[in-house]
């Protein structure tokens, strides 16, 4: 993925040798998963090593094994860090009180990003989804966060039912349903080459769930 001089301005700079004396564990650590993040995503996960992550957030190897016991630690923090940033404002828009139909459809448009952050957060689930497939703890993990985003679309859509906004026999089958095609809209649309555009998914998506919901 190419990076304009305008993401570059948007990211944390690496810190001075006498800023980074006076950083707190967790601020060292932020730094690092801040660089693995767009090292993962331009690279993918299975070609980053611990000595591109030192290079790109300017602290030591050390530094890094001193504050997280491997690359897999690294990754979930990368995750995690994604989870915080592009889901859960997304989530908490739509739990909001307001019009279902608009917080719903805002909810999922933003699913669907052009921009570099959007295409850097796919990228990053497309390594993590390989790993949770055989590893239990990014398993685990991953099924919690499915499990929140469906109890969210769930949730939205029962009180559009229970308001009149939409047309809905089963909910908790519609949270599955758009869960699933969301992401393998985003398979098609964010990897690299793809001939479906990213506006085009997103417009595929919400005229799927404005037939499902019957939104008028």
Request: with cysteine; net charge negative; aromatic share 10%.
């Amino acid at each position: 993925m190419t990076t304009t001089a305008k993401d570059h301005e948007e990211r944390p700079r690496a810190k001075t040798v006498g800023e980074r004396q006076r950083h707190p564990t967790e601020v060292r650590r932020q730094l690092v998963v801040d660089a693995a993040r767009d090292l993962i995503a331009d690279k993918g996960l299975f070609n980053v090593l611990i000595r591109d992550i030192s290079k790109a957030c300017g602290v030591s190897p050390g530094t890094i094994t001193y504050h997280f016991k491997s690359l897999d630690e690294v990754l979930m923090e990368v995750v995690k860090a994604e989870t915080a940033d592009f889901y859960v404002p997304l989530q908490e828009s739509a739990r909001g009180s307001g019009d279902p139909t608009r917080q719903l459809l805002y909810f999922l448009e933003g699913m669907f990003g052009s921009d570099a952050n959007s295409r850097r957060h796919w990228l990053i689930w497309f390594d993590f989804w390989s790993a949770a497939a055989r590893d239990e703890a990014y398993g685990r993990w991953m099924s919690e966060h499915y499990d929140g985003w469906r109890s969210a679309l769930r949730e939205i859509t029962e009180r559009g039912v229970s308001e009149g906004s939409f047309v809905c026999d089963d909910p908790q089958s519609f949270a599955i349903e758009t869960a699933a095609m969301v992401d393998g809209l985003a398979v098609q649309c964010y990897a690299r080459g793809s001939s479906l555009p990213v506006e085009t998914s997103r417009s595929l998506l919400i005229a799927f769930v404005r037939r499902e919901l019957q939104i008028r």
